[in-house]
């Protein structure tokens, strides 16, 4: 299983600044993912982040709002643009390890933000 | 997107009793995976399953891949305080490869009362 460390854990931030949420990976994984998870709802697909490319992005996110970076295959970055409250809300990283029918998706342990 | 119909949504039992909770979809998924999430922390991955039909079990959990590949069910078996938390289902539709995404059941609050 891959162990991925996630930062900061919590924030609470002021409309319109971003923060960017850090997330590191002890073992090389073939997919990085960030979910966003609204209070009391299940996940959802932010994007896939890609290494050394432009992540891909779900209907409904745009880089603009949510800038990705992941320059190598254990470390990925979610920017959260000018904040609103509508963005308060858990973020979570995600890497899928393994191969084939034994690939599997690991958490981190999400980034709660809170915007004032 | 699409969802998967999890039900539950809630569950208040006593320590001790049998758990069981299911999802169901309208199209066929390929990989089913049971998460639990505790406060504050990342979704824990319980079970993973990868063929129609597969039982497979991690000690008092035990988790089905339906026949028809539309849905799956978890149980717990003499539930205990430390399962308190909330149970995701998620269905991945394609093998292998590169495009890994899954989709979520809405969650299963459960509550054990000691």
């Known amino acids: 299983s891959a162990v991925i460390s996630q930062k900061p854990s919590r924030d609470i931030c002021q409309r319109g600044t971003s923060l960017t949420i850090q997330c590191q990976v002890d073992?090389?994984?073939?997919?990085m993912f960030w979910y966003r998870q609204q209070p009391g709802q299940s996940l959802t697909l932010i994007a896939t982040a890609n290494q050394g490319s432009e992540a891909t992005y779900e209907s409904g996110f745009v880089i603009d709002k949510f800038p990705i970076s992941r320059p190598n295959l254990t470390f990925s970055t979610l920017t959260v643009s000018n904040m609103s409250p509508e963005d308060s809300s858990i973020y979570l990283c995600s890497a899928a390890s393994g191969w084939g029918l034994n690939e599997k998706l690991f958490f981190g342990s999400g980034t709660q933000l809170s915007v004032l | 997107g699409q969802q998967l119909n999890q039900s539950p949504q809630s569950m208040f039992i006593q320590e001790g009793e049998d758990v069981s909770m299911n999802c169901t979809s309208s199209?066929?998924?390929?990989?089913w995976l049971w998460y639990k999430q505790d406060p504050g922390e990342g979704p824990v991955l319980l079970i993973a399953l990868y063929k129609a039909g597969e039982l497979t079990s991690n000690g008092r959990l035990t988790a089905q891949f339906g026949i028809t590949r539309k849905d799956s069910f978890l149980n717990i078996s003499a539930s205990i305080p430390s399962d308190v938390g909330i149970y995701f289902c998620a269905g991945r539709k394609n093998s292998g490869g590169s495009n890994y995404k899954l989709t979520f059941g809405k969650g299963t609050l459960l509550t054990v009362n000691p």
């Open positions: 073992s090389q994984v073939t997919m």
């Open positions: 199209s066929i998924f390929n990989t």
